[in-house]
T-cell receptor, first 115, second 115 residues
């Protein structure tokens, strides 16, 4: 049973527009959420995170929103650039999971930003 | 500054064989986590090592074992390989165990194919 779900396997966006990637989770014990980006033949790289005590976190063009009541988070990329084309993974961890080493990942969403 | 390095990059084995994958963490990091990423799936946590001991373990059978050396590098061993073990194996390092805001840095992975 998937605890972290990314229901859109792919997303295509025009350069300069907003990209919105969604993620749902089922485990109410999760209290820390992260987004990783992965290019082909490379390992995932950390993008942005949010603690459950917040509902928004921004870092440049990237903003993550957390709706705890809906168990939903989203990643907004504004403006989208062709270099953002990659697979984006949503991940979560719970207090009993210890350090960030034990993350639960979604299946990923492949973002394509077209020039 | 070298990031996380993994070897080999690709490996082909036969069912029933044993395999050893290697990982050197990012300079200054002392904690190593291993993940399995099957095709079309997100990374799945195997286990984490700190101070040469296994600290956490995911839902993987005992055929999966590991080791961490005094220089913080790590090995993942898989015995009695099954076709279903074919996957990308990712190593991730972080600064210390127990701090949940420590970022994970991933290597590029070892692509294991079991025939």
């Amino acid at each position: 049973d998937q605890q972290v779900k990314q229901n859109s396997p792919s997303l295509s966006v025009q350069e300069g527009r907003i990209s919105i990637l969604n993620c749902d989770y089922t485990n109410s014990m999760f209290d820390y959420f992260l987004w990783y980006k992965k290019y082909p033949a490379e390992g995932p790289t950390f993008l942005i995170s949010i603690s459950s005590i917040k509902d928004k976190n921004e870092d440049g063009r990237f903003t993550v929103f957390l709706n705890k009541s809906a168990k939903h988070l989203s990643l907004h990329i504004v403006p989208s650039q062709p270099g953002d084309s990659a697979v984006y993974f949503c991940a979560a961890s719970a207090p009993y999971g210890g350090s960030q080493g034990n993350l639960i990942f979604g299946k990923g969403t492949k973002l394509s930003v077209k020039p | 500054d070298a990031g996380v390095t993994q070897s080999p990059t690709h490996l082909i084995k036969t069912r029933g064989q044993q395999v050893t994958l290697r990982c050197s963490p990012k300079s200054g990091h002392d904690t190593v986590s291993w993940y399995q990423q099957a095709l079309g799936q997100g990374p799945q946590f195997i286990f984490q090592y700190y101070e040469e001991e296994e600290r956490q373990r995911g839902n993987f059978p005992d055929r999966f074992s590991g080791h961490q050396f005094p220089n913080y590098s790590s090995e993942l061993n898989v015995n009695a390989l099954l076709l279903g073990d074919s996957a990308l194996y990712l190593c991730a390092s972080s600064l210390r165990w127990g701090l949940r805001d420590e970022k994970l840095f991933f290597g590029s992975g070892t692509q294991l194919s079991v025939l």
